[in-house]
């Protein structure tokens, strides 16, 4: 199994892990919704996937408002040699919205929240979601490692921060990983976090690397559910014929494969996180891993 170093952490991950945003789907609960989930093949999805040789999940509070992690929680049961990344500071409002409140109460807060919901004594990778205005991110980081130093998380990692805010949390202590967005059609960080990580010598994980399924084979529009959010984003205007097809070159006929092959080429991507909804596609990513690594 190929493992990689997430940057001056002493975490050792497989090139993909599992991403657990399709399983927190709740339709009518959650603004981001994939259609239809049973809880039941959300686990089994989880277990083929780890069972193959993939050795991280990362999920968050944000996903189905608690759920994902619950569901982790579940799947995770007696496999403590899992590393489970999640994230903290994105709350609900009253209305269903969402906003980000990283004060120090607010990530101590929900720190302890997702231990109970993962059935955890520690987690591995605690990320900041997303920037937040309410608080500088000095005490938010301040904060968080005082979760080290209390042994409730191992390492701290920034999830869609700029370059600037991330200098200013590794000022007051170290940062293991950033998070966020690579794939062959959003590949705007090649400018500034990528190049960024390499140079301050940072972990990189990779969120939507096959585009919320927008580059894997056999997609279509037309199979999801009514109000699946992908029907109306922004990549749904774009004709990816032409894309998929030099994927499928890069991938030796798979344009999933080769979707991923692009994201983890770059020297700077550690692992890509691709979410996984059923068995099938548990399989699927643990042999992506097997091929990634003999290539």
Not at 168 to 179: D, E, I, K, N, Y
């Amino acid at each position: 199994m190929d493992l990689r170093r997430l940057g001056p952490s002493d975490l050792e991950i497989s090139r993909v892990g599992v991403g657990t945003a399709p399983i927190g789907s709740r339709p009518g609960e959650w603004w981001v919704n994939w259609g239809p989930q049973d809880d039941s093949d959300s686990v089994r999805a989880v277990h083929a996937a780890l069972d193959g040789g993939v050795n991280w999940v990362d999920t968050a509070p944000f996903y189905g408002w608690g759920h994902a992690e619950e569901v982790v929680g579940r799947a995770l049961a007696g496999r403590e040699n899992v590393l489970v990344f999640t994230k903290c500071g994105t709350l609900r409002r009253e209305d269903g919205d969402d906003y980000m409140d990283l004060s120090p109460e607010s990530v101590r807060r929900g720190c302890e929240e997702s231990l109970r919901r993962l059935r955890r004594d520690r987690i591995d990778l605690l990320q900041f979601h997303d920037p937040a205005r309410n608080v500088p991110i000095e005490e938010s980081w301040g904060a968080l490692r005082e979760l080290v130093a209390d042994g409730k998380v191992r390492h701290g990692g920034l999830s869609n921060h700029p370059p600037e805010l991330v200098e200013r949390a590794l000022a007051v202590g170290p940062v293991a990983a950033l998070q966020f967005e690579y794939s062959a059609l959003a590949r705007a960080h090649e400018a500034d976090l990528l190049p960024f990580a390499l140079d301050r010598g940072l972990g990189v994980i990779v969120w939507a690397p096959l585009a919320s399924g927008f580059l894997t084979d056999g997609f279509s529009l037309d199979a999801l559910a009514e109000d699946d959010f992908r029907r109306t984003h922004p990549f749904a205007e774009l004709d990816l014929a032409a894309t998929r097809d030099e994927l499928r070159v890069r991938g030796g006929g798979s344009a999933t494969r080769g979707a991923l092959e692009f994201a983890l080429s770059h020297a700077g991507v550690t692992g890509a996180i691709v979410g996984v909804r059923n068995e099938r596609e548990g399989h699927e990513l643990a042999a992506a891993v097997e091929g990634l690594a003999e290539g």
